[in-house]
């Protein structure tokens, strides 16, 4: 059971003393918590008392009521009031009137309760300021890892863009002193592998801009009946240089019009996705099957490759961002690790899914089966 600290400030011993009774044989159970809610009520008699008390341990709940002796319970709120959300209070009165309800709510008083009030009012009332109070922590703690989520994609981000970043750096600093003399092709190779890492860039850039896209929602969509055959045949035909530079063949199978509802620039996403990896970490004189065919009411996407393949661990953590295996055997190709991660979230946007089988030495086979949008 969970306890929630509660402080009841009243000048009226009875009426302390009656609500800790009330709310300490109270339970609350709220709808999406397991556990039990219960309340270890302290009280104060004045507004000085309650401010001293509330400074030494800050309660959950605070019961304050409106007219105290030397100082009101609005004072009281002012002085104590924060923004932390880590505190919800509820203000008790016999002068209950319109005006006084409102001065309490702008002072942050999240209700309002009558004097004299039944037991079952004032459970009520508690329950609602519960419900309130865990909210406002629930939404604190969103916001709380959302920061710490944008902190950590900001840093892996850093840490992928500085490698390339020094590398031209390094280069450019060879160059700019004549470290292999005044003989501009002495530099070709610095110059072509400096060219090599600003491509990395800005593909890593075009797919950044690509996932924050797609996850804001901003993206329009532009959705008709494509011809994925001939989408298909633009993605293949975007690899195929790469390809060609390492003798690596590339089998397409499909029906002559596989019809889908689509956007073509997500399919085309897809595709290139799969097809690009499947040339990049296949081996030299290899080959990659791409097909797709129709399943019932879904088209099934394959790319098989006889690449390097991985183990299944890698599998495992292959769809998160910035997630690039990393070995000997990897360790020369480059990559911004966002694009199986792109691939999966718009598989996820025709109700699809994405699956990996692959086996070290041997090659690897993407899945992806996608339902026509709505």
Known sequence: MQILKTLVVDDEPGMRLGIRRILSKYTATLNDEDDEIGFEVDLAESGEEAIEKISANRPDVLILDYKLPTMSGLEVL????????????IMITAYASLETAVSAIKRGAFDFLAKPFEPDELKKTVYKAVQNLYLARHVRQLEREKHQVRFQFISVLGHELKAPINAVEGYLN?????????????????????????????????????????????????????????????????????????????????????????????????????????????????????????????????????????????????????????????????????????????????????????????????????????
């Open 78 to 89: 002012d002085k104590v009031k924060t923004d932390d959300s880590e505190m919800v209070t």
């Open 174 to 374: 060879i160059m700019n002193d004549k470290v292999a003399g005044n003989d501009i092709n002495a530099y070709n190779e610095m110059i072509l592998r400096s060219q090599v890492r600003i491509k990395g860039m800005r593909k890593m850039i075009a797919d950044l801009l690509d996932l924050t896209r797609i996850e804001s929602g901003q993206k329009k969509r532009e959705l008709s009946e494509q011809n994925l055959a001939g989408i298909a045949k633009l993605a293949i035909e975007t690899v195929q240089p790469s390809a060609d530079e390492r003798n690596i063949s590339i089998k397409f199978t499909a029906n002559d019009s596989i019809q889908m509802v689509c956007d073509p620039g997500e399919i085309e996403i897809v595709f290139n996705n799969l097809l690009t990896n499947a040339v990049k970490y296949n081996k030299g004189n290899g080959s990659v099957d791409f097909n797709i065919h129709k399943e019932e009411d879904r088209i099934k996407i394959t790319v098989s490759d006889t690449g390097i393949g991985m183990s299944k661990e890698d599998c495992d953590r292959l769809f998160n961002e910035f997630v690039r295996i990393k070995n000997a055997k990897t360790r020369e190709i480059l990559g911004s690790g966002l694009g199986l991660s792109i691939l999966k979230k718009i598989a996820a946007m025709y109700n699809g899914t994405v699956n990996v089988e692959s086996t070290p030495d041997v090659g690897t086979t993407f899945t992806v089966m996608l339902h026509s949008a709505t």
